[in-house]
């Protein structure tokens, strides 16, 4: 098979979106607590675009009157997100409550339906395919001012969700500690002994279902056949290379996850701090996969919940998810512009190999696999 040659800048987000999720949802019922923009009698619960507001200064107001927003899930090393939440901060005055950083998609959505019409419930999500997918009754339908920009099939048509940045899934080790590794099956050697980490479980959390994926794939399964992935990781474990811990950025810093598998978005950025930390993307086993933006139909603040999607959506939010290795949905639009952030883009890890996207038949397939096999397997 040819193999070509390319960086993140070079992989179009239609091409990354062809095969992705074409699923649509209707717009889900609200309980939530409606704000009334400043002027506008607006209930920001059922407001479905800036029209809603009378334009960005109408949904400034009603978010500021809200004076508060809660995001879940998102650490501040992933996709750039502490940058985003302080920026966002910043810009309109509005503090934010930032639950579980560690935490899963599926911790996203249990946590809301646990705190279901509290004023500490989440109010957007950022979700992987899979868990995104099986829970659209609980989004709200929101068109964000650069909805033009993001291909037909990244987005639900009424915005129940939408795509909002992709990356690879990669193999990131402190170089100062283990040998480079040059295929995956190098990771079952001595020298990976206790040091290999998937980032989650991944019959909850994305980037590990994403990273099993990958990892069938370089073995020569496929996204949807992931027999050959949790083989590989039973070896792992049964060399004693598997780590059975959620790695973060302290434990890549202190040394305690020398070896990380994740999306290169949460990998690449590492190297800042640690100049040692090194991404690497399996020529044979390249897996690309974008997250899934949605707002809580119950959001405690359902109008600092739609500024926080424009902020996202903006040309600012773009190049802030791209400054961390992240590829923004708006990519193309930003790119034919010119308001694509350069040195970001010319800081992103080289891709060489075939691009597998998974489909939406492919992780339902994959994760009834798991579901069934991974815990007896792996644990």
């Not at 950025?249 to 070896?259: D, F, K, M």
């Not at 390249?286 to 139909?297: D, E």
């Amino acid at each position: 098979m040819r193999s070509t040659s390319i960086r993140y800048a070079a992989l179009s987000v239609a091409a990354l979106a062809a095969v992705g999720i074409a699923a649509c949802s209707p717009p889900p019922s609200s309980t939530s607590t409606s704000t009334t923009a400043a002027g506008g009698g607006v209930n920001a619960a059922k407001a479905t675009s800036l029209a809603d507001f009378g334009g960005m200064d109408g949904l400034v107001a009603a978010a500021k009157k809200e004076g508060a927003l809660n995001v879940i899930a998102l650490p501040p090393d992933w996709a750039n997100y502490g940058e985003a939440i302080k920026g966002f901060t910043a810009k309109y005055g509005i503090p934010i409550t930032s639950d579980q950083p560690d935490g899963s998609s599926a911790d996203e959505i249990s946590t809301a339906q646990r705190l279901k019409g509290q004023s500490k419930a989440p109010d957007v999500f950022d979700l992987g395919s899979a868990v995104a997918m099986a829970n659209t009754g609980m989004f709200a339908p929101y068109q964000v001012a650069t909805w033009k920009d993001i291909p037909d099939n990244a987005k639900d048509p009424k915005g129940v969700w939408v795509y909002d940045y992709a990356g690879y899934m990669s193999v990131g080790y402190d170089s100062a500690k283990v040998p480079a590794p040059t295929a995956l099956a190098d990771l079952l050697k001595a020298e990976y002994k206790g040091k290999v980490a998937l980032n989650g479980d991944p019959t909850k959390a994305g980037a590990a279902f994403a990273g099993v994926q990958m990892v069938s794939i370089g073995q020569g399964g496929t996204a949807a056949d992931i027999a050959k992935g949790v083989d590989f990781f039973k070896s792992l474990k049964d060399a004693g290379n598997f780590l059975p811990l959620d790695p973060n950025e302290a434990s890549v810093l202190s040394g305690q996850t020398p070896v990380v598998i994740d999306w290169a978005y949460n990998n690449a950025p590492l190297t800042k701090k640690l100049p040692t930390w090194k991404t690497w993307i399996p020529d044979n086993a390249v897996l690309a996969g974008y997250y899934i933006q949605a707002i809580n139909a119950d959001a405690p603040h359902p109008a600092a919940a739609r500024l926080w999607q424009e902020y996202l959506y903006s040309d600012e939010g773009q190049n802030i998810w791209l400054k961390g290795a992240a590829f923004p949905v708006r990519y193309d639009a930003m790119k034919a512009a010119g308001k694509i952030d350069a040195a970001a883009q010319a800081a992103l890890p080289a891709v060489n190999g075939k691009v597998v996207i998974p489909t939406t038949a492919d992780n339902d397939a994959a994760k009834a696999y798991l579901a069934a096999n991974w815990t007896k397997a792996v644990g």
